[in-house]
């Protein structure tokens, strides 16, 4: 069964950092490129990070861009988020997602069940 | 930077009815139009890829259609686990969500 399962999520302070993880299993993590996406409370779903197989192409949202740090460790079948400089408007729920392909990301699928970002002092 | 913009934002709807909800790109997307189904506490699902390709597991119920900036996500009958939340998502250049249409039960 493919399956994507993220951690990491907490309260954190503004301006904070945190280490978000996504375990994957169930099928060949060195094929797929992986994307971040986050949805914020009472809010739509925001695509904010791109990672291809090989980690050679790294994509970013403008919301994002300078804070955030995707990487993988394909022998570990891991994504990985770094999210730095913590603002209040970064507080949502976390949700790694498989691309349709190793360098092609046509669609999204699956998604993991998502980890809790909450920034607040 | 490509906008997607989804009608309505919320529609109340009876089960057995037959919805439709739109979704139009700022600019031309060719057929990179994808539809996810959103429940609260779950993770995204994705419906249909490619503006009309249903996913593997997606009752029938469910089609896509349109090109360029227009598409529309229907279901023929609506089913009491359809009622959810609704993006589509454009992956022509970036990746973009619309805002999401809201089915409620009326």
């Known amino acids: 069964e493919v399956q994507l399962v993220e951690s990491g999520g907490g309260l954190v302070q503004p301006g904070g950092s945190l280490r978000l993880s996504c375990a994957a299993s169930g099928f060949p993590f060195n094929t797929y490129s992986m994307s971040w996406v986050r949805q914020a409370p009472g809010e739509g779903l925001e695509w904010i990070s791109y990672i291809s197989s090989s980690s050679r192409t790294i994509n970013y949202a403008d919301s994002v861009k300078g804070r955030f740090t995707i990487s993988r460790d394909n022998a570990k079948n891991s994504l990985y988020l770094e999210i730095n400089s913590l603002r209040a408007g970064d507080t949502a729920v976390y949700y790694c997602?498989?691309?349709?392909?190793?360098?092609?990301?046509?669609?999204?699928?699956?998604w993991g069940q998502g980890t809790l970002v909450t920034v607040s002092s | 930077d490509i906008q997607m913009t989804q009608s309505p934002s919320s529609l109340s709807a009876s089960v057995g009815d037959r919805i439709t909800i739109t979704c139009r790109a700022s600019q031309s997307i060719s057929s990179y139009l994808s539809w996810y189904q959103k429940k609260p506490g779950k993770a995204p699902k994705l419906l249909i890829h490619?503006?009309?390709t249903l996913q593997s597991g997606v009752p029938s119920t469910f089609s896509g259609s349109g090109s360029g900036t227009d598409f529309t996500l229907t279901i023929s009958s609506l089913q009491p686990e359809d009622f959810a939340t609704y993006y589509c998502?454009?992956?022509?250049?970036?990746?973009?969500f619309g805002q999401g249409t809201k089915v409620e039960v009326k």
């Open positions: 490619s503006v009309s």
């Open positions: 998502q454009q992956t022509y250049i970036s990746w973009t």
């Open positions: 997602a498989r691309c349709s392909g190793s360098t092609s990301c046509y669609w999204f699928d699956p």
